[in-house]
């Protein structure tokens, strides 16, 4: 089993859905919870950053932790064609100089 | 919010010859950085960790004596992939994270190498 599992898809939504994204994880030390977005031909973008368990919300984006079902979601709202990218989730144990665990990556189309 | 500069964007070289990449905190200081490798539609692939100050650590795999990693300040990480081959054409990607406790990880924007 993979330490981070994330359904590549394609995942395919007309604008205005809401969109839910999710991995789930085996490694029960995990405590950072991050979520990325990434366009064509460029660097993740850091969206969310979650540290243990609990949801957080920043616009049109939420995040979820369940650190009891090892279980993560990014979820976004009223989606737009701009949303449309590659979303990786990514974890670790500890920060500093401690990397990230990244999951493959879902990858996300908006329709107009 | 943090931003991590990252040159040169694009670079195609020749078969054998060496290429430099930059790796710029602009805003904050980072002990550490992370170079990552990514193949078309693939996730993200740790090369290796850059320690300020210290030698780089690398992932099972990759070759220390290939890509070469120097981090000689809290804001500037170097990797100089040496002798390149068609093989080593990818997306390069560093990352930093700030020194403030339970920072988040920012990247650059990559640069995609091109060997002919």
């Known amino acids: 089993q993979k330490e981070v599992e994330q359904d590549p898809g394609p995942l395919s939504v007309p604008e205005g859905a809401i969109v839910s994204l999710n991995c789930t994880y085996s490694?029960?030390?995990?405590?950072?919870f991050m979520w990325y977005r990434q366009y064509s031909r460029k660097g993740p973008e850091l969206l969310m950053y979650?540290?243990?368990?609990g949801n957080k919300e920043d616009g049109r984006f939420t995040a979820q932790v369940d650190k009891s079902s090892k279980y993560i979601s990014l979820f976004i709202r009223d989606s737009q064609p701009s949303d449309s990218a590659t979303y990786l989730c990514?974890?670790?144990?500890?920060?500093?100089?401690?990397?990230?665990?990244f999951g493959k990556g879902t990858r996300l189309s908006v329709i107009a | 919010g943090a931003v991590v500069s990252q040159h040169p964007s694009r670079v195609i070289c020749k078969s054998g010859t060496s290429v430099k990449i930059e790796c710029r905190s602009l805003?904050?200081?980072?002990?550490?950085m992370f170079w990552y490798r990514q193949f078309p539609k693939k996730s993200l692939m740790l090369m290796a960790t850059?320690?300020?100050?210290?030698?780089?650590?690398?992932e099972q795999g990759v070759e220390k004596d290939k890509f070469l990693i120097n981090h000689a300040s809290l804001t500037l990480s170097t990797l100089t992939v040496t002798s390149a081959h068609p093989e080593d054409s990818s997306f390069y990607i560093c990352?930093?994270?700030?020194?403030?406790?339970?920072?988040?990880?920012?990247f650059g924007n990559g640069t995609r190498l091109t060997v002919t």
């Open positions: 990352s930093a994270r700030d020194t403030g406790y339970n920072s988040p990880l920012h």
């Open positions: 490694n029960s030390a995990f405590q950072y």
């Open positions: 979650t540290y243990s368990s």
């Open positions: 990514a974890m670790s144990a500890g920060s500093g100089n401690t990397p990230l665990v």
């Open positions: 805003d904050f200081q980072a002990t550490t």
């Open positions: 850059s320690n300020e100050g210290s030698k780089a650590t690398y």
